[in-house]
C-alpha cells in the first residue's frame, strides 16, 4: 500500500482496531495505524474526527459522490480530487 499511495502515512482507526490490526498495518502495510482512546465520562469532541466529517459532509454535495455511481475506483478517486479543488478554489475567493 505504502508503495502505491506514497502519500499515505498514516491512519486511524477505533478500539475495535487493536491488536492484529496494528501488527498487520505495521509490519504487513508499512503503515502506522493510530488508535484513539476510550473516552471516559461526558461527551467530547475529538481532535481531528470533526475534520474527517466535516469533509464528507462536503463532498456529499456534489452529485457524482452523493451516491456510489462509478464503475471504477479510480473514477470516483478523480472524481473526489475534481470536487476537492473547486471547494478549495471556493475558499479563496
Known amino acids: 500500500v505504502a508503495d502505491k499511495y506514497p502519500s499515505l502515512r498514516a491512519f486511524s482507526g477505533d478500539a475495535g482496531y487493536r491488536g492484529t490490526a ?3 498495518a505495521t509490519n504487513g502495510l508499512g503503515l502506522v495505524l493510530h488508535i484513539s482512546e476510550k473516552i471516559e465520562g461526558k461527551w467530547a469532541v475529538l481532535p481531528k474526527r470533526w475534520v474527517v466529517e466535516r469533509t ?6 456534489f452529485r457524482r459522490l452523493s451516491k456510489d455511481f462509478e464503475i471504477l475506483p479510480g473514477t470516483a478517486e478523480n472524481m473526489i480530487r475534481i470536487a476537492m479543488m473547486k471547494i478549495a478554489l471556493a475558499e479563496c475567493v
Open 56 to 61: 464528507f459532509s462536503w463532498l456529499g454535495n
Open 22 to 24: 496494528v501488527d498487520f
